[in-house]
């Protein structure tokens, strides 16, 4: 089992639409979530942290969920610029920073 | 954006000759890291460093060595480049390692092909 595994999609999502995707964990001593954006052939960004909270971000929110292991993205009114694939990012562990990402979802926002 | 740049951004080389690819930022920041990213498996952590002249092994360390000699460059070197080190490459930085400020920024990238 993958440490940390996404739905690859891609989901198609009209615009104006809402999408919303989880990210399952396997480690339960997991400290921080990420979700980061990635174009085509460019390096990822950093879209928002995770909180246990729950934390927004203008169309974007993303939930934790430690019960159950996973995070969710949230993304309201989908603009064509929305389309990329979305990392879910994992730190497994508190020394070093290591990064676990999770493979990818693609999303296509469609006029 | 961070200040992040890796160099060069494209490389094509042969099988057996050494690579090295650099990643400079202006950020400060002391922890810096290598990734390796491929169709299927994402990306994958190659080494880091929390310090200079501190570096540690990450997941797919074989075949690599790093050099940290000032807080602004990580060098990654493939001291006899193969075929399955064809890949992108990102360099990322961040401020510290746990709690607050620990998120990662990654430099464009370097397309380096093993022929």
């Known amino acids: 089992r993958k440490e940390v595994e996404q739905d690859p999609g891609p989901f198609n999502v009209p615009e104006g639409a809402t999408v919303a995707f989880n990210c399952t964990y396997s480690n339960s001593a997991s400290q921080s979530f990420f979700w980061y954006r990635q174009d085509c052939r460019k390096e990822p960004k950093l879209l928002m942290s995770v909180y246990s909270s729950g934390n927004e971000d203008g169309r974007f929110t993303a939930q934790l969920n430690r019960a159950s292991q996973y995070i969710s993205l949230l993304i309201r009114d989908s603009k064509l610029s929305d389309s990329a694939t979305y990392l879910c990012?994992?730190?497994?562990?508190?020394?070093?920073?290591?990064?676990?990402f999770g493979g990818g979802t693609r999303v296509l926002v469609k006029p | 954006d961070a200040g992040i740049t890796q160099s060069p951004r494209h490389k094509v080389t042969e099988t057996g000759t050494p690579v090295t690819l650099r990643c400079h930022q202006t950020?400060?920041?002391?922890?810096m890291y290598w990734y390796r990213q491929d169709p299927g498996h994402g990306l994958r952590l190659i080494h880091y460093s929390y310090g200079v002249k501190d570096t540690d092994k990450g997941e797919v360390s074989d075949g690599y060595s790093v050099s940290r000699s000032k807080t602004e460059d990580f060098l990654l070197t493939l001291e006899s480049a193969t075929s399955s080190q064809t890949s992108v490459y990102f360099c990322a930085i961040s401020a510290s390692a746990a709690g607050a400020n620990n998120e990662q920024f990654f430099g464009p990238g370097t397309r380096l092909t093993v022929l």
């Open positions: 990012v994992v730190n497994l562990e508190a020394a070093g920073n290591k990064l676990t």
């Open positions: 950020e400060n920041h002391r922890y």
